[in-house]
């Protein structure tokens, strides 16, 4: 509910009381009553309140002598989907959603959760099979084509579909290997897509015009790229019937909070990036059914080296302007943010590809792990620890609004998922490129998504790193 605090009653309103609350939400057919704490007493429906009223109960009566005093409950960490089965199962209106000290914070509604209700599969009915082929789209990308490395080391069959948009260097090398196969296409293009898209047991799908920056080079164009192109790759998938589904979406969906977050609490995007990233995830979700088994990876902020370098990632810019300017500079420092190894990334992808689909049908995993928060401010220590020649500079200036700590429990349950590698791995293997090449000029515009996109490769030219 978007405000379930005007459904809330104390134990010591009257009948009468409540029955207001209950007609000014609106919204829902009874209240939750808690105590001051917010922690959950009991809850009534307006089915109790006409039984109590048949029974003569005076509507002076305190709604504790009638409120129900175990209802089901849920817990924060449930899926959205598994709480509407048992509301369904149960006939339940209204579910209140609890913390683990029992404080109400929030409440489910059937209305709000009955988008569930065309793609319910009984989750054993779903038919698995060992994945072998695996489709990357925008897999010469810098997250990508560590992943296609990682997939080919394991014996896995793998086809990328790539515009090249930043060149063909990140996947040059592989074109000899018997178990890689590349296409070159743009995800604008349904002729291509539906040509090339079959016969997979499993597609990832990367390519996005990556990043807040990027995305408000060209609003419209970010949308068809990153919104309209994945609606139709999903329908293909599932028309096709590839049975796994995998989407890169990102941890800015959550924008600013002071809470942990985990996968059932609010979004909040506040960019055209994130906005477009929810509402992909929220389209590819009504497509789940028995043949097609998607799942969402919000991924935290991604660092470390690869084949095609980004140096417009925190990590990787703090450290490459500490090796290379003696510099590093940072605004404010106070946000948060989760961060990820880009290798343990692709393990976290190829856990996914092994892990059995009933377990991980049509759900949303934060991707990274509960040590990866970090204040960017102490990523900087961390670098200047590393690289002590380096002058930390703190600018009291805040322009970058997202600042959150997310919760990944749920993945290292469910795909038994935990990186391995601390943010010192990737500021050290980023140094050693620069001292391996010292010709490496950070400052050019095919590792800055937003910069290349502004000099028109958008428009069909890419570089030749
Ligand atoms: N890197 C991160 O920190 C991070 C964090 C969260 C989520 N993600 C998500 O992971 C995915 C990959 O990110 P990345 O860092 O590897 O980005 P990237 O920009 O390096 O890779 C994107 C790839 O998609 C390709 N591409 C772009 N537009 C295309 C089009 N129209 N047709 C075909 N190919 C196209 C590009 O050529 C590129 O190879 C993205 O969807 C991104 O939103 C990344």
């Not at 995007?269 to 969402?296: G, H, M, V």
Request: aromatic share 8%; charged share 30%; proline share 3%.
């Amino acid at each position: 509910m978007k405000d379930f605090n005007k459904i809330l009653s104390r134990k010591d309103q009257s009948i009468r009381d409540v029955m207001n609350i209950i007609n000014d939400s609106g919204e829902v057919k009874g209240s939750v009553i808690v105590d001051d704490d917010n922690r959950l007493l009991g809850v009534v429906t307006d089915g109790d309140i006409r039984r109590a009223i048949l029974n003569k109960v005076d509507l002076e009566t305190k709604i504790e002598k009638i409120m129900i005093k175990n209802p089901y409950v849920a817990k924060r960490d449930v899926s959205k989907r598994e709480v509407f089965n048992v509301m369904k199962m149960k006939v339940l209106d209204f579910i209140p959603i609890l913390d683990d000290s029992r404080k109400v914070v929030n409440v489910y509604t059937i209305q709000d959760l009955s988008k569930f209700e065309n793609n319910i599969v009984e989750l054993n009915e779903l038919e698995d099979r060992e994945v072998k082929s695996v489709l990357i789209i925008g897999g010469a990308g810098y997250t990508g084509s560590v992943l296609v490395r990682a997939l080919l080391t394991e014996g896995y069959k793998v086809t990328v579909f790539d515009n090249l948009q930043f060149g063909d260097n990140s996947i040059r090398e592989l074109k000899n290997n018997p178990n890689f196969k590349f296409i070159k296409g743009d995800i604008r293009d349904i002729q291509s897509l539906l040509e090339h898209i079959k016969d997979f047991d499993a597609v990832i799908h990367l390519a996005a015009i990556v990043g807040d920056a990027a995305c408000n080079i060209d609003p419209e164009n970010s949308e068809t790229i990153n919104l309209m192109s994945t609606r139709v790759i999903a329908e293909i998938c599932k028309f096709r019937k590839i049975p796994r589904f995998i989407f890169a979406s990102t941890c800015s969906v959550y924008g600013a909070s002071d809470e942990l977050l985990n996968e059932e609490s609010e979004v909040n995007p506040l960019s055209i990036y994130a906005e477009t990233k929810l509402k992909s995830e929220q389209a590819i979700q009504t497509l789940a059914d028995k043949n097609f088994s998607p799942c969402i990876f919000r991924i935290a902020t991604v660092f470390g080296p690869s084949p095609r370098m980004r140096f417009d990632l925190v990590v990787n810019l703090l450290t490459a302007k500490a090796c290379k300017e003696k510099k590093i500079t940072i605004f404010s420092g106070e946000q948060w943010r989760p961060n990820i190894h880009v290798e343990d990334l692709a393990r976290a992808y190829i856990q996914c590809l092994k892990t059995p689909r009933y377990k991980i049908h049509n759900q949303i995993f934060n991707v990274g792990g509960n040590d990866s928060n970090y204040k960017i401010i102490d990523i900087g220590r961390i670098i200047k620890k590393l690289i002590p020649d380096a002058e930390l500079i703190i600018y009291d200036d805040e322009f970058d609004k997202r600042d959150y700590k997310v919760d990944f429990t749920k993945i290292k349950n469910i795909l038994g998922f935990e990186p391995q590698k601390k943010i010192e791995d990737g500021v050290q293997k980023i140094q050693a490129m620069f001292e391996q090449n010292a010709d490496l000029d950070f400052t050019k515009k095919i590792y800055y998504n937003s910069k290349s996109y502004e000099i028109g490769t958008l428009k069909g030219l890419y570089f030749e790193a």
